[in-house]
């Protein structure tokens, strides 16, 4: 469902349908406005989308999530973690250049980004990061509150790492969309994958949650 939905986003992009577009400027001609206006709130939004929501911190945190899953003796689901993080970067990295979309041009730009616009590489790695993060807190033997704050910090980081890339102008809204779908997509198939396989004893005996 969610990969249909970032399907169509796409297609309809693609395809230059005027109603989608036209958001899109509006939205980013909005944000642009107030960066150039509000000096602080565009330099807090550099700081959280360089170090804070950056696809390289996020790709770090799947890397100490695999590490605790490993030292809890659960080695294969920690290599499956980071292999669903590289699968993701292929993907988004080959849909970059499949759909090619041009990033928003400016006279006065706030920042910079490389790459194509379509799929946000922010916004896919944060979403497909924080869900499989949740999925291990979850299915761990952690407290309801650690728990119910990991669920609030990744919702927090997945619209931090769209905001931010939409309100520094190096995106359209459109891309920030169908990166986090994307992202959250991929990682619920193979979180999938993963109990499927486990449930059919495909993996080999698997040491269960504690």
Avoid: Y
């Amino acid at each position: 469902m969610l990969s249909a939905v970032a399907s169509a986003v796409i297609v309809l992009v693609a395809a230059g349908w005027p109603p989608l577009l036209s958001t899109d400027k509006e939205v980013a001609n909005w944000f642009h406005a107030r960066a150039l206006t509000h000096p602080a709130w565009t330099e807090a939004n550099r700081v959280l989308t360089d170090w804070v929501w950056d696809p390289v911190t996020m790709r770090l945190v799947i890397g100490a999530a695999a590490l605790w899953v490993w030292l809890r003796g659960e080695g294969v689901l920690a290599l499956w973690c980071l292999a669903t993080t590289a699968v993701g970067a292929g993907v988004q990295q080959g849909l970059k250049a499949l759909v090619d979309r041009p990033r928003p041009e400016w006279q006065q730009p706030v920042d910079s980004a490389h790459f194509a616009a379509m799929p946000s590489g922010h916004a896919m790695t944060a979403a497909l990061t924080c869900v499989v993060v949740v999925w291990l807190v979850q299915r761990s033997a952690a407290d309801r509150a650690l728990r119910a704050l990991v669920l609030l910090l990744a919702c927090v980081s997945v619209a931090g790492a769209c905001l931010t890339r939409v309100a520094l102008g190096v995106h359209w809204l459109t891309d920030t969309v169908v990166g986090a779908v994307l992202g959250i997509a991929l990682a619920a198939l193979s979180i999938g994958l993963w109990c499927a396989l486990v449930n059919r004893g495909s993996l080999g005996a698997s040491r269960s949650p504690v």
